[in-house]
């Protein structure tokens, strides 16, 4: 069993780096045990993902994850980390892009270390502002309908220089690690 997105994304943010990779679970073991938690590596590999397992792990195992993202137990992490369904019933998971300004600025990113703004035009265009390590560039426009945190980029059509480029899709793995509107 691996952890979902969202408690990933957790973890990440806890140590400060990428915690699905073999370094990133290595850190994450070793600030565990400077807390005086012991878990071993190859667990902590397993419930990040870096090797695969169809084993759930205890409930002590799960327990001591939860009271290190500061929850009392295993059940109310999974509760308020929960992706039940599509996961596009959490407000705090998605943007219905529909609702945002005209100007509104969104910050959006995937892994490895993919990042973009973009600029609500209104009618659910979105100009690209910045891109990094991403495929689209500035000046891009998008045409968007929904983003969720843990479900991929989708972009409906990108028009580069008056050309449209077709659909756009990125964040297949993970999905979508970080959704932010920015406050002016």
């Given amino acids: 069993m691996t952890l979902n997105s969202l408690q990933l994304e957790k973890l990440s943010e806890k140590i400060g780096q990428d915690v ?3 370094a990133g ?12 938690i012991f878990i071993g590596l190859n667990t902590v590999k397993r419930l990040v993902g870096v090797i695969p397992s169809d084993v759930t792990p205890r409930k002590t195992t799960l327990n001591i994850i939860a009271n290190y993202l ?4 295993w059940d109310l992490l999974q509760e308020d980390t929960a992706m039940e369904g599509s996961g596009f019933g959490r407000k705090d998971i ?7 300004d005209k100007d509104a600025v969104v910050e959006v990113c995937w892994k490895p270390d993919r990042r973009i703004l973009i600029r609500h035009d209104g ?8 891109s990094e390590n991403s495929k689209l560039r500035p000046g891009d426009l998008l045409s968007l309908s ?3 945190i843990g479900f991929p980029f989708i972009a409906d059509n990108v028009i580069r220089d008056l050309k449209s480029l077709g659909c756009y899709r990125a964040a297949d793995g993970a999905g979508i690690t970080r959704l932010d509107v920015l406050e002016d």
């Avoid at 009618?123 to 910045?130: A, D, E, G």
């Fill in 20 to 22: 699905t990779t073999p």
């Fill in 25 to 36: 679970a290595s850190v994450l073991c070793l600030d565990l045990e400077k807390r005086g």
């Fill in 146 to 148: 929904q983003l969720a």
């Fill in 70 to 73: 500061g929850y009392p137990n």
């Fill in 94 to 100: 998605f943007i219905e892009m529909s609702e945002l």
């Fill in 123 to 130: 009618n659910n265009r979105y100009s690209v502002l910045k």
